[in-house]
């Protein structure tokens, strides 16, 4: 079964900035959404940010549009989450989650109930 392989995360200041990466399945990247989730305690798991590997169109949820970014390289079959300007409600376990179908094209992948492949998850802690 494939899995995605998460890195990143840790502990920062509100106002500073960490990057997430994770590595998605090579295969499937000419039809591949991947998208970043997180869970707070005691709150359900949510959506945040999504790219469509093929062009790399990307969505944010309002919350942090205009702080975080998603890069992806290609060859690494890797992509970023880069996260500035933290705020102590960010805190969270965060998510790597991915889907892929052939035909699929960038607004599929706003639809947050697809993703049907998770990484492990990574903390992240934001003090104030």
């Known amino acids: 079964q494939v899995q995605l392989v998460e890195s990143g995360g840790g502990s920062v200041q509100a106002g500073g900035s960490l990057r997430l990466s994770c590595k998605g399945p090579k295969y499937a990247y000419p039809s591949l959404c991947m998208g970043w989730f997180r869970q707070a305690p005691g709150k359900e798991r949510e959506g945040v940010a999504s790219v469509y590997i093929p062009d790399h169109s990307t969505n944010f949820v309002d919350s942090v549009r205009g702080r975080f970014t998603i890069s992806q390289d290609n060859g690494k079959s890797t992509v970023y989450l880069q996260m500035n300007n933290l705020e102590p409600e960010d805190t969270a376990v965060y998510f790597c989650?991915?889907?892929?179908?052939?035909?699929?094209?960038?607004?599929?992948?706003?639809?947050?109930?697809?993703?049907?492949?998770w990484g492990q998850g990574t903390q992240v802690t934001v003090t104030a």
């Open positions: 989650a991915a889907f892929w179908s052939r035909g699929i094209s960038a607004p599929a992948c706003r639809n947050w109930g697809s993703y049907n492949t």
